[in-house]
């Protein structure tokens, strides 16, 4: 389209970038001292090449069963619980994050103190600690409900139930701050704007401030889903079938405790850097220092005006 | 001009120690087109942004079309409007701000469009229609598929004209809507706000631009230190200034 396709694309050289009509070539500017940056790269590569050749020198690592073990069903059963709980704690938390983040901005003072409580108590307390605790919650209320409708505990919060309520709880305390921040970056007179139309302040939070905040929010958000992939690895510690748990399963077994923790972490590493490269892809849509040139506009590409002024009903979502 | 349209009576404002505005008042007419005057600090903005309770007044009444806005008086006192019923008023009163403030998210059909599903509760394809109508009365045609930071400030500030122009307010609230412009746009802005005034808007415009005041307005207000010193026809503060404060200020600008 323009020059900021090429600056955000940034694959493409330097010298491919397009001239003006008449130009002269660009100058070839050289590098200096060549010579050193090479020799870096082969002291670095001398080094990581005699660690290399020590592990695998070392017999500790049996080869075979790391293949024998890396698509068992119990690994894939349970990297699939571990990817289930990154996305449905995720969930959670971006759901408890907005909520806590506004609730924080209330101008009823109970309610901003209630978001401020919980963002202060689940940042506050360690993660791990709140998984053993949610797990353990039959110690303090042996059942749920009322009257003939109650359940024993340990039935409804299963050790899976007790995971997520762990994880999303505590990330909706982190997510509220990544929200909050977002709802910042907005200017001012767009919500001035908002309401000198006539729009009602929860109309001009939904259809003004949140799309705009959202270009703020979703790198971070992304950040956050990706070290959830790992963090859920600490439900390992109450037993929630996740992809540690079923990896220490066998080892516990067999004992070949080094090539089942490789087996984990082919798993982990493919499943975030995945995310990793979702991530840049959604972050580079949004690159640039305008976000409204370029980014949300391929986001947003069929959603919102780029649909242009001939067609109606793609100018707008509904309310 | 004898229907008094929006009443504003002893507004009282203060930021902490600092007394914005010290009791001011005026009525504007129906068709009415005011210029507010004055040095930066007299409190013309803050003023303006007290009538459309964007900022609350401390003291004093303001009326449109005879009815409070932003507070309901009852026997017991007065309490703050609901939002919706806030939100209502706000919608009989337009507003141009210095730096535009469009929605940055969308296009500007958008921009003008939203509104009007939103407090209107007109159909996407109505909403779309008359966007396009309006902005293509102001001159703006090509841009409307545009996003704001596709646009010159003069387009984007037209864009806002539209937006409140498209509400069909009862009157429009221009606060310096020409200041953040560079100077070959300013005229394009007060050529659109002319035509507006032509058509019969009522329209308060805080300004510095004295030719707009002089050629459009039907009165001219200034304001310094949180009060109004003067005010009368275009004819009569401009060119024949009584107050001393007045005079200095239009010494300096012109």
Not at chain 1, 31 to 38: A, F, M, P, Y
Not at chain 2, 54 to 81: C, F, H, K, M, W
């Amino acid at each position: 389209m323009n020059v900021n396709d090429y600056e955000i694309g940034g694959s493409r050289k330097l010298t491919s970038l397009p001239r003006a009509p008449g130009a002269p070539p660009r100058d070839l500017i050289k590098r200096q001292g060549v010579w050193l940056h090479t020799l870096i790269s082969l002291a670095i590569l001398a080094v990581v090449a005699l660690l290399g050749w020590l592990i695998v020198m070392s017999g500790a690592i049996r080869w075979q069963t790391v293949w024998t073990y890396l698509f068992a069903p119990p690994v894939l059963a349970g990297f699939l619980v571990t990817l289930e709980l990154t996305v449905l704690s995720m969930l959670i938390g971006v759901v408890l994050g907005i909520a806590a983040a506004l609730m924080v901005r209330s101008r009823v003072r109970s309610i901003s103190w209630v978001g401020k409580a919980y963002i202060w108590f689940f940042r506050g307390t360690p993660v791990l600690v709140q998984l053993i605790f949610w797990f353990n919650m039959s110690l303090v209320f042996p059942t749920i409900g009322f009257g003939t409708w109650t359940l024993p505990t340990n039935d409804v919060i299963t050790p899976f139930v007790a995971a997520l309520l762990g994880l999303g709880i505590n990330e909706g305390a982190y997510m509220s701050e990544i929200f909050r921040a977002g709802l910042d970056s907005v200017d001012k007179g767009q919500t001035e704007a908002g309401l000198a139309s006539g729009m009602t302040p929860s109309q001009v939070m939904r259809r003004v401030v949140l799309p705009q905040a959202l270009i703020v929010i979703t790198p971070p958000t992304g950040n956050q889903a990706i070290g959830m992939l790992k963090t859920t690895s600490l439900v390992s510690v109450i037993a929630a079938q996740d992809l540690l748990t079923k990896v220490q399963h066998i080892y516990a077994t067999n004992y070949q405790v080094i090539d089942l923790l490789i087996v984990a972490c082919f798993w982990y590493l493919l499943a975030t850097s995945v995310a990793t490269w979702g991530q840049s892809k959604l972050e580079r849509s949004f690159a640039g220092a305008d976000p409204n040139v370029v980014g949300t506009r391929r986001w947003r590409r069929g959603r919102t005006s780029d649909a242009g002024a001939g067609d109606p009903q793609k100018v707008s979502d509904h309310d | 001009m004898t229907d008094p349209i929006l009443v504003a009576d002893g507004i009282w404002k203060s930021f902490g120690n600092l007394a914005v505005l010290k009791g001011v008042s005026m009525s504007v007419s129906r068709g009415e087109v005011v210029a507010l005057l004055g040095p930066s600090g007299s409190g013309k903005s803050t003023f303006l942004r007290c009538l459309d309770f964007l900022e609350q007044p401390d003291s004093g009444v303001v009326t449109l079309n005879g009815e409070r806005v932003g507070v309901i008086e009852t026997a017991r006192g007065l309490y703050e409007r609901k939002s919706h019923d806030l939100a209502r008023q706000r919608s009989r009163l337009g507003m141009v701000f210095q730096r535009f403030n469009l929605f940055g998210h969308v296009s500007a059909i958008e921009n003008v469009a939203m509104p009007l599903r939103l407090v209107k509760d007109l159909s996407h394809a109505e909403a779309h229609e008359r966007a396009v109508e309006i902005l293509g009365r102001m001159g703006l045609a090509d841009h409307g598929h545009k996003r704001p930071s596709q646009l010159s400030g003069g387009q984007q500030q037209r864009v806002a004209i539209a937006r409140a122009v498209a509400l069909n307010p009862d009157a429009i609230l221009f606060d310096e809507p020409t200041s953040a412009l560079d100077p070959e746009l300013v005229h394009e802005v007060l050529d659109t706000m002319s035509a507006l005034a032509r058509d019969g808007m009522t329209m308060i415009v805080v300004t510095h631009e004295i030719g707009f005041a002089k050629q459009v307005a039907d009165r001219v207000v200034f304001m310094d230190g949180g009060v109004i010193l003067e005010q009368g026809t275009a004819v009569d503060v401009l060119d024949n200034p009584q107050n001393p404060r007045t005079r200095a200020f239009l010494a300096k600008v012109t």
